[in-house]
């Protein structure tokens, strides 16, 4: 099969609505299949960000948007989404020679994104204000307003969903956004810049400034014009942002890492809990927040069970991301394989047993590209550094329980909160485990399962908020009261005229 190719964006930022050179730091995007070079460019710096301020700021406050009604506002949003779903090919070539996943899952994720523009239109068109009882002389509403200028910074494992994700709602909410992608991953965005601004999206409403976090990012969240942050990326990157946005008093959502459990009961079906635990793990090369890290496995079970995952791992196909064939392609990078390859040394040093993987895969197909084989480790403990922080890449750990409160403990004990996997056939037992891990999302004899309309966030170290779902709209807007006075009378306390 021949390869359609495409042009990458040039290079130039989108800045408040015109293509410019940017003056930050040099980005350097590879392909990370055999390091070549796609794009070199250079960042935004803090002049261009604050060029984009202004430009957001006067677009946001122009009637041209401001006073548009939610149906109105609703039609931009499904333009894009038309315009994304037009472009999804190129839009998973980008993405694919921009972060080295799998054709199949950038042409997955731009769907998605096309998706959630939809999705947050009809919820715009459909999101009533609210009469509330009224208790006096007064007409009591609630109603909801912008909150003005957004920025939406992303990190670069799921670029163009996670962008799709902050930039849809905050527009639908009447918002001007400054989106701030991945130093690693700049290009995808950049497209999605060309494709708004192709459906007419009114010049300014929207920004691409990738560029260095603590140049570009940092101006975004500390600038007083910009009066909510919607973050994703890692624990650390989150726990300053949200100490800077409470300096401020801004809302802030912070979507950060994971290391999920994943739970096999003795009563699963164990063929669907295999599939669903390598796709859950290896799926993305294992660089996914929601990633099942965490493979608790029933003692009774156990070391069947563990064989039989093993034997299913060694036949994943580890290939080029432009292979049908391939399951588990490159790493984002050759420096994101070093981290991963210092955890592997690290499960180690921890006593822990490598029972397939932690390596690099041999042969000439591989040995340009950042590859690293799907890797099982056994015989650690759940306090094991390993076992407590995030790796991030194709590495699943093993760990064997005695029942239902074990497991609850030991899946609980650990710092984050993102999501968990249960497999059982037995379903009040799957339903008191899902209510009792301590998780944003619990799937159930299944893994990675996603819908816009049902709200996605972690907790603990996992972060706060929550994205998608028809609240997701609500949390771009200040809820207003109104309170309409129906008496001709004065009120009584001043006892005047
Ligand atoms: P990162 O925290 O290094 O970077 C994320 C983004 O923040 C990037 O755009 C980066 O440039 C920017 N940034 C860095 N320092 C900043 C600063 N001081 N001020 C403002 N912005 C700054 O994360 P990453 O390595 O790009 O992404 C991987 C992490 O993202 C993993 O921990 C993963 O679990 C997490 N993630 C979470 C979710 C979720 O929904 N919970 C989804 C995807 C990824």
Not at 137 to 154: F, K, N, W, Y
Not at 300 to 309: E, G, S
Request: one cysteine or more.
């Amino acid at each position: 099969m021949t390869e359609t190719s495409y042009e990458l964006p040039d290079g130039r930022l989108f800045v408040g609505g015109e293509w410019e050179t940017g003056s930050g730091a040099e980005i350097v995007s590879t392909f990370s299949h055999d390091g070549s070079e796609n794009r070199r460019l250079a960042g935004a710096s803090e002049a261009d960000g604050l060029r984009a301020i202004a430009r957001a700021k006067a677009a946001q406050a122009d009637p041209a948007w401001r006073a548009l009604l939610p149906h109105q506002r609703a039609r931009h949003l499904a333009q894009i989404a038309d315009g994304i779903e037009a472009n999804i090919d190129r839009i998973s070539f980008i993405q694919t020679r921009d972060t080295g996943k799998t054709r199949g899952e950038t042409t997955a994720l731009a769907a998605s994104a096309a998706g959630t523009f939809r999705y947050f239109a009809a919820v715009l068109e459909t999101a009533d204000e609210e009469l509330t009882t009224q208790r006096g002389d007064c007409l009591t509403l609630s109603v909801h307003e912008p909150i003005g200028l957004v920025a939406a910074i992303t990190p670069w494992n799921s670029p163009i969903a996670s962008d799709a994700q902050k930039v849809a709602p905050a527009l639908a909410a009447g918002n001007a956004v400054l989106l701030k992608p991945s130093s690693w991953s700049p290009l995808v965005s950049l497209e999605l810049a060309r494709i708004v601004e192709e459906a007419g999206l009114p010049k300014g409403l929207f920004s691409v400034l990738p560029g260095a976090g603590r140049e570009i990012g940092n101006l975004l969240v500390e600038h007083p014009a910009i009066g909510r942050v919607s973050f994703t990326g890692g624990t650390a990157t989150g726990r300053r942002i949200g100490a800077q946005a409470g300096q401020k008093l801004m809302p802030v959502s912070l979507e950060l890492g994971g290391k999920s459990p994943t739970i096999v009961f003795s009563d699963c079906d164990m063929d669907q809990a295999i599939a669903g635990i390598l796709f859950g793990i290896f799926s993305s090369s294992g660089q996914s927040c929601i990633a099942g890290s965490r493979l608790f496995v029933e003692r009774a079970i156990y070391d069947d069970f563990v064989t039989r995952l093993v034997e299913a791992t060694e036949k994943l196909v580890v290939g080029s991301p432009f292979d049908p064939a391939t399951q588990v392609a490159p790493l984002i990078g050759f420096e994101h394989r070093e981290s991963v390859e210092a955890y592997i040394a690290l499960a180690r040093e921890e006593g822990g047993t490598i029972l397939t993987g932690g390596t690099r895969p041999s042969g000439h197909a591989f040995d340009a590209g950042a590859y690293m084989k799907p890797t099982i480790i056994a015989g650690l403990d759940n306090q094991s550094r390993t076992c407590r922080e995030e790796i991030f890449g194709p590495v699943l750990v093993v760990l064997p329980f005695e029942d239902e409160a074990d497991v609850v403990a030991q899946s609980n004990d650990n710092d984050y909160g993102l999501a968990c996997g249960i497999w059982s056939k037995d379903f009040a037992k799957a339903w008191r485990l899902a209510r009792a891990i301590e998780a944003g999302t619990v799937w159930i004899n299944t893994y990675k399962q996603f819908s816009i309309s049902t709200p996605f966030g972690g907790d603990g170290a996992s972060g706060m908020g929550r994205e998608k779902g028809r609240q997701g709209l609500r949390a771009y807007q200040r809820q207003k009261s109104v309170y309409h006075g129906l008496s001709e009378a004065p009120l009584p306390w001043a006892r005047w005229p």
